[in-house]
């Protein structure tokens, strides 16, 4: 049973560029999470896709988009791209639902291994 | 938006010694999650906590909820190398959403 895989490993880009990142979810899971964590901080809430649409949205700007597709993988897609927007992008996945939506319960998130982005 | 606050920010222990790190939320927070995220890897959840005063143990892992649901704790007894690791929390408020919002992190290095 696979867990959660996102591709590229590493990715180089420049200012202004666009990039689109793909992750796909454990088997079995519907929900998928998108955080960026910055060198020595904590996974930034980005955005939640659930049943092909964003459910959640993080601080970010709309320079951030995403995707999900029937088969529950996701892309994350930014453009014109910032250096300050380098960092490793964490997708994760969880069951959705419902139960999701209750305040006093959040399911177990499963992060994939990351992509590592650098802008230069 | 909002923030939890997480300390220490870095804790150097020998091994055997404890551990302990916190997370503290002005307001009430509706849950919280414990991840550990080992150097160069992703984080990976440890343990959910949901009710006021909660305490759930893994091992040499205790984890604890404030009464108030303002606050959570960690403590790991009889540190091991194989603690070393950034300890996030993460919570979510009620009047926030359902938005996972992570504390920056705790260092924890272990020596032998």
């Known amino acids: 049973d696979a867990g959660v895989t996102q591709s590229p490993t590493h990715l180089i880009k420049t200012r202004g560029q666009q990039v689109t990142l793909r992750c796909s979810p454990k088997?079995?899971?519907?929900?998928v999470s998108w955080y960026q964590q910055a060198l020595g901080q904590g996974p930034q809430f980005i955005f939640q896709y659930y049943e092909e649409e964003e459910r959640q949205r993080g601080n970010f700007p709309d320079r951030f988009s995403g995707h999900q597709f029937p088969n529950y993988s996701s892309e994350l897609n930014v453009n014109a791209l910032l250096l300050g927007d380098s960092a490793l992008y964490l997708c994760?996945?969880?069951?959705?639902?419902?139960?999701?939506?209750?305040?006093?319960?959040?399911?177990?998130?499963?992060f994939g291994p990351g992509t590592r982005l650098t802008v230069l | 938006g909002q923030q939890v606050m997480q300390i220490p920010q870095y804790q150097h222990v020998q091994e055997g010694e404890d551990f302990t790190t916190y997370c503290n939320s002005s307001t009430t927070l509706s849950n919280i999650q414990w991840y550990k995220q080992r150097p160069g890897g992703h984080p990976v959840f440890l343990i959910q906590?949901?009710?006021?005063?909660e305490v759930k143990k893994q091992k040499r892992l205790t984890f604890q909820f404030g009464e108030a649901k303002k606050n959570s704790s960690l403590h790991i007894t009889a540190t091991q190398t194989t603690d070393v690791g950034t300890y996030f929390c993460a919570v979510t408020w009620r009047e926030y959403g359902n938005k996972l919002v992570f504390g920056a992190g705790t260092i924890l290095r272990v020596k032998s």
């Open positions: 994760a996945s969880s069951l959705g639902g419902a139960a999701t939506t209750a305040v006093s319960s959040y399911n177990e998130q499963f």
């Open positions: 088997s079995g899971h519907d929900t």
């Open positions: 906590l949901v009710k006021s005063g």
